[in-house]
């Protein structure tokens, strides 16, 4: 899969006459709780000539393959990633936190060691607060419940209690989360779940699980009393972002 997904994206690169300089998986596969059917979130991050950047007509700053039932395949290009960036837009830290790397150039090395100076606590809690409660209201509330749409909640719980007890960017990784955030009495729980979601289909139901909702209840209700006492106190810059952005236009 890995050499069709390289070959799609040489593809994209020669088809919009772009440079990737990173492609990721950021889905479940990046996650680590993928499912023998699920499908393959690529992401990529590329540059246009510098020539496009100059034109007064604006370009699109995304690109995108048409879904193919295996394979989601999307980009952004660098302008709007670094402006992202500069907003501490979670997904952004999220793609150049992925553990599964299709492409890179230097510039993504550089990228990581900047992106920590934009990292705003109180952005990530919004971001992973708003995925958790979303998911948990849509999903999770009926007697027969997705097995995939507890990870889609568990996942952005313990983001947060990362990001409100070490006030940094969380790990991709569902085990790292949970190895570190996870109580110790719902480990059992949440380890049986894990080994039934990654060897069922996608849409496998269960029966809900009442002592993991009442965990979910309580955290959601904790995550957004401590949100309220974190403040973004974050010093951004453009100055380096330009740079940044300068050196990788061709």
């Known amino acids: 899969m890995k050499k069709l997904i390289l070959e799609r994206l040489q593809e994209i690169e020669r088809t919009e006459k772009i440079r990737i300089l990173l492609a990721v998986e950021s889905g479940s596969r990046a996650w680590g709780f993928a499912s023998p059917d699920s499908d393959y979130d690529v992401r990529f991050i590329y540059v ?27 980009g952004w290009d660098l302008q709007k990633t670094l402006r992202l960036l500069y907003r501490s837009n ?106 039934l979601k990654i060897k069922s289909p996608e849409v496998k139901m269960i029966p809900r699980i009442d002592r993991i909702n009442k965990y979910l209840d309580e955290e959601i209700a904790r995550i957004k009393s401590k949100l309220k006492d974190t403040s973004d106190d974050r010093q951004a810059d453009w100055r380096e972002l330009n740079a940044l952005f300068l050196q990788n236009v061709g």
């Open 48 to 74: 246009r000539p510098k020539e496009d950047y100059l034109r007064l007509e604006r370009l699109r700053d995304v690109t995108e393959m048409p879904l193919d039932g295996v394979l989601d395949i999307n």
């Open 90 to 195: 979670p997904t952004v830290f999220e793609w150049f936190s992925s553990p599964v790397v299709y492409m890179e150039t230097p510039f993504a090395d550089t990228f990581r060691k900047v992106m920590q100076e934009y990292f705003s606590a109180k952005r990530s809690l919004y971001h992973y607060l708003s995925m958790a409660e979303g998911n948990y209201r849509e999903y999770l509330k009926d007697d027969e419940v997705k097995i995939k749409k507890y990870f889609y909640v568990l996942r952005p719980v313990l983001a947060c209690r990362w990001v409100i007890d070490k006030g940094t960017q969380p790990p991709m990784l569902f085990s790292e989360l949970a190895d570190a955030q996870l109580p110790d009495s719902l480990l059992p729980d949440v380890d049986r779940l894990f080994n």
